[in-house]
Each structure stands twice: as structure tokens, then as C-alpha cells.
């Protein structure tokens, strides 16, 4: 089972670049699909991206299409989102999450969430 932490979340300015990690450390990586997430203040928990297992087809929100890019290194167990030409309303605290189905955006189809990092886009 995956056990999943996020990391790379921090302040940064409009129009700014981060990346963002999700490192497992579950043994399993490698047979799931990988989706982030995010949840600003007051609102619900969202679709950001998701990558099948092998990395091979990525599924992005259309708000971040463009901007974002989802990768993963299968050798070192992690997931990748590099956030750039960031806007205010990116501010969220953003979640890795597992899922055994490639193409779902829906949340209850990933499980093992990690804790989560927050990123603070200021304009």
C-alpha cells in the first residue's frame, strides 16, 4: 500500500514557477496511477492532474492545461508537478493521491492521500 508524502509547497509571486514532489514510500508506486489534487479555503477538493502508472498518458483540469506539467520517476518512487505562470487562484493546499484506474478525476476513486502541501500565490 502507498504511503504518500507531499513537499515543495511554498510562497511565491505571480507569474512564478514551483515544483512540487509526492514521494512513497509503500513499495507499490509502480502499480498505480498518480493524481493531484487540490483544496483552496471554502471550496472543495479538486482535480489538478493525474499520470498513468508508466507515466506513458497524463489527464490535466483545464484551468492548469498549459501550465502545469505531472511527471513521475517510478526508480525513485515519486510523483512531480511543476506549477509555472502560477496565478492567485492557484492558492490551495495541493494533495497526491493513488489510484488504480487511469482517467478518473473523481476522489473517491484514488486512496492512500498524503497530508498535503500548501502553496500561496501572492499577486
Known amino acids: 500500500q502507498v504511503q504518500l508524502v507531499e513537499s515543495g509547497g511554498g510562497l511565491v509571486q505571480a507569474g512564478g514557477s514551483l515544483i512540487l514532489s509526492c514521494a512513497d514510500s509503500g513499495g507499490t508506486f509502480s502499480s498505480y496511477a498518480m493524481g493531484w489534487f487540490r483544496q483552496a479555503p471554502g471550496k472543495e477538493r479538486e482535480f489538478v492532474a493525474v499520470?498513468?502508472?508508466?507515466?506513458?498518458?497524463?489527464l490535466y483540469a483545464d484551468s492548469v492545461k498549459g501550465r502545469f506539467t505531472i511527471s513521475r520517476d517510478n526508480a525513485e518512487n515519486t510523483v512531480y508537478l511543476q506549477m509555472n505562470s502560477l496565478k492567485p487562484e492557484d492558492t490551495a493546499v495541493y494533495y497526491c493521491a493513488a489510484s488504480f484506474s487511469f482517467g478518473t478525476r473523481d476522489l473517491s476513486d484514488f486512496r492512500s492521500w498524503g497530508q498535503g502541501t500548501q502553496v500561496t500565490v501572492s499577486s
Open positions: 499520470i498513468r502508472w508508466n507515466g506513458g498518458r497524463t
